[in-house]
């Protein structure tokens, strides 16, 4: 797959020609390329690739190119580990990005804090360490975010309920989904929910049925799932199979647009912090117009994380000037605005506290089914980040 290329061309230039390092940014990426979480990674690499081939193609930042070192972890600890390893000691990266399942975090984080490199979370969830007050090192993009998502998904279901909500939660079994899911089941009853059950999936999940029977015997008339995608749409399909006819809600990764198209459910509902491209903004015709050009195996639909990974590495290594070091680029991530140009509802804004957001947008779509188009449940609504 053009993942598994990706990884490997960026291996081949490294060795081919070690010099270039000297005389640019190194960027140092371990990501899950391949495996079953591929489909919400991925994508956004290829989209960052290209946003980032782009940049040098116009000259790069401060004269000098950005060289991307994109390493493949299936979502593996042990892997992860190990490239970033490979990416401080060989390619000394002056920026770390991680791209993959939060049971890598612990490792990663380990050893961005010996080398004292920053790292950032782009297309995997944003840790809580970045919220304020933030880990001097630690720094997000990604559109999902713990606890504010279960909060602003809760805030959608008791608006749009028309009965009492007896709420089913299914996270798959890795740190942070865990916890999120744990979080909802805490925060449900101030909402007046009553949480009948919760699943705890493992990734390697060959049938997604045993646990959807255990939500539908529960009694939940809606579902809230805040996973990898492989996750929760099984889980949604596995319920239907079952005739389950309740609501669903669920985080709105890259792969949804497409997939609401696909599965037609006018139940299902996906939250998100990224605008679809179905609104048709003139950046979302910027992404699909470099997608096409650049022959990207991935639609420009779930671009949207990988690119605006790209804006913001792309401003902080400006800010870091040259010749630059890790301090530099952290220094310059710490005080960072970033107009998304309508990908998300508001800017990222990253202070010396604050590095996730200062608000945080949701938007909620759906399957309409009479008209045949993805449509707006609930437009844009914000929470402070505090």
């Given at each position: 797959?053009?993942?598994s290329?990706?990884?490997?061309?960026?291996?081949a230039?490294?060795?081919?020609v070690?010099?270039?390092?000297?005389?640019a940014?190194?960027?140092?990426?371990?990501?899950?390329?391949?495996?079953?979480p591929?489909?919400?990674?991925?994508?956004?690499?290829?989209?960052?690739?290209?946003?980032?081939?782009?940049?040098?193609?116009?000259?790069?930042?401060?004269?000098?190119?950005i060289?991307?070192?994109?390493?493949?972890?299936?979502?593996?600890?042990?892997?992860?580990?190990?490239?970033?390893?490979?990416?401080?000691?060989?390619?000394?990266?002056?920026?770390?990005?991680?791209?993959?399942?939060s049971?890598t975090?612990?490792p990663?984080?380990?050893?961005?804090?010996?080398?004292?490199?920053?790292?950032?979370?782009a297309?995997?969830?944003?840790?809580?360490?970045?919220?304020p007050?933030?880990?001097?090192?630690?720094?997000?993009?990604?559109?999902?975010?713990?606890?504010?998502?279960?909060?602003?998904?809760l805030t959608?279901?008791?608006?749009?309920?028309?009965?009492?909500?007896?709420?089913?939660?299914?996270?798959?079994?890795?740190p942070?989904?865990?916890?999120?899911?744990?979080?909802?089941?805490?925060?449900?009853?101030?909402?007046?929910?009553?949480?009948v059950?919760?699943?705890?999936?493992p990734?390697p999940?060959?049938?997604?049925?045993?646990?959807?029977?255990k939500?539908?015997?529960?009694?939940?008339?809606?579902?809230f799932?805040?996973a990898?995608?492989?996750?929760?749409?099984?889980?949604l399909?596995?319920?239907?199979?079952?005739?389950?006819?309740?609501?669903?809600?669920?985080?709105?990764?890259?792969?949804?647009?497409?997939?609401l198209?696909?599965?037609?459910?006018?139940k299902?509902?996906v939250?998100?912090?990224?605008?679809l491209?179905?609104?048709?903004?003139?950046?979302?015709r910027?992404?699909?117009?470099a997608a096409?050009k650049?022959?990207?195996?991935?639609p420009a639909?779930?671009?949207?994380?990988?690119?605006?990974?790209?804006?913001v590495?792309?401003?902080?290594?400006?800010?870091?000037?040259w010749?630059?070091?890790?301090?530099?680029?952290?220094?310059?991530?710490?005080?960072?605005?970033?107009?998304?140009?309508?990908?998300?509802?508001?800017?990222?804004?990253?202070?010396?506290?604050n590095h996730?957001?200062?608000k945080?947008y949701?938007?909620v779509?759906r399957?309409?089914s009479?008209?045949?188009?993805?449509?707006?449940?609930?437009?844009w609504?914000s929470?402070?980040?505090?």
């Open positions: 797959m053009r993942a290329k990706i990884a490997f061309a960026a291996l230039a490294t060795l081919a070690p010099a270039v390092a000297q005389d940014y190194v960027v140092g990426i371990t990501s899950a390329l391949t495996g079953p591929a489909s919400t990674y991925a994508p956004a690499m290829e989209a960052l690739q290209i946003y980032i081939d782009r940049v040098n193609a116009a000259g790069g930042v401060n004269g000098k190119q060289k991307l070192v994109i390493l493949d972890d299936s979502a593996e600890p042990s892997k992860a580990t190990a490239n970033v390893k490979r990416l401080l000691t060989q390619d000394n990266a002056v920026l770390l990005v991680n791209a993959s399942l049971s975090y612990a990663i984080v380990g050893e961005a804090k010996r080398a004292e490199v920053p790292l950032l979370f297309s995997g969830v944003c840790p809580r360490e970045v919220y007050p933030a880990d001097p090192l630690q720094f997000c993009t990604t559109a999902y975010a713990a606890t504010y998502d279960s909060r602003g998904a959608f279901v008791k608006e749009t309920s028309k009965q009492p909500v007896q709420l089913g939660l299914a996270a798959m079994a890795i942070l989904s865990r916890a999120e899911m744990d979080f909802a089941e805490q925060q449900a009853p101030s909402f007046g929910m009553r949480v059950d919760k699943e705890v999936i990734p999940t060959p049938d997604y049925t045993p646990f959807a029977t939500l539908k015997e529960a009694g939940a008339n809606w579902v799932s805040w990898p995608w492989v996750t929760q749409v099984r889980t399909e596995a319920l239907r199979r079952l005739d389950w006819a309740g609501d669903y809600i669920t985080w709105a990764h890259l792969e949804s647009e497409g997939e198209v696909r599965l037609k459910d006018g299902l509902f939250i998100g912090a990224n605008s491209f179905q609104d048709n903004l003139p950046i979302h910027e992404i699909a117009d096409k650049a022959n990207a195996k991935y639909q779930q671009m949207t994380e990988g690119w605006i990974a790209g804006m590495i792309e401003a902080a290594l400006k800010g870091a000037g010749p630059t070091t890790p301090a530099k680029v952290q220094a310059s991530m710490q005080n960072l605005k970033v107009d998304l140009k309508g990908l998300r509802g508001g800017q990222i804004e990253w202070t010396k506290d996730f957001r200062t945080q949701y938007r779509y399957w309409d009479a008209k045949s188009v993805i449509v707006v449940a609930k437009d609504y929470y402070d980040v505090k």
